[in-house]
């Protein structure tokens, strides 16, 4: 289970921290990338950072230089520093969790969180 939070309203140019908790028995969080993606209203959801467990981070170009994503693989969360937003920044920001084997495929959403820049 993937648990965001951090979501509100902010201004233009103001900054936000999402962090998504991950929990459950047979969830081995330090296997699985984890990743951010976000869906504005109508629009596709759409990639916005990841971060496998040895911490390499990729970033969408649209958010590149003012977002951070962060892991901690002992307390299984991740996070997601957001800097310097700007309108369309707005949308429901998600949480993802993505392990791929031989023969076995998880893929873990969490519920989203709304973050909304007012300008």
């Known amino acids: 289970q993937l648990v965001e939070s951090g979501g509100g309203v902010v201004q233009a140019g103001g900054s936000l921290r999402l962090s998504c908790a991950a929990s459950?028995?047979?969830?081995?969080?330090?296997?699985?990338?984890m990743y951010w993606y976000r869906q504005a209203p109508g629009k596709q959801r759409e990639f916005v950072a990841s971060?496998?467990?040895?911490?390499?981070?990729n970033y969408a170009d649209s958010v590149k230089g003012r977002f951070t994503i962060s892991r901690d693989n002992a307390k299984a969360t991740v996070d997601l520093q957001m800097n310097n937003l700007n309108s369309e920044d707005t949308a429901v920001y998600y949480c993802?969790?993505?392990?791929?084997?031989?023969?076995?495929?998880?893929?873990?959403w969490g519920q989203g969180t709304q973050v909304t820049v007012s300008s």
């Open positions: 993802n969790a993505y392990r791929k084997r031989v023969g076995d495929r998880r893929d873990y």
């Open positions: 459950g028995n047979t969830f081995t969080f330090n296997t699985y990338v």
């Open positions: 971060i496998p467990s040895d911490h390499t981070t």
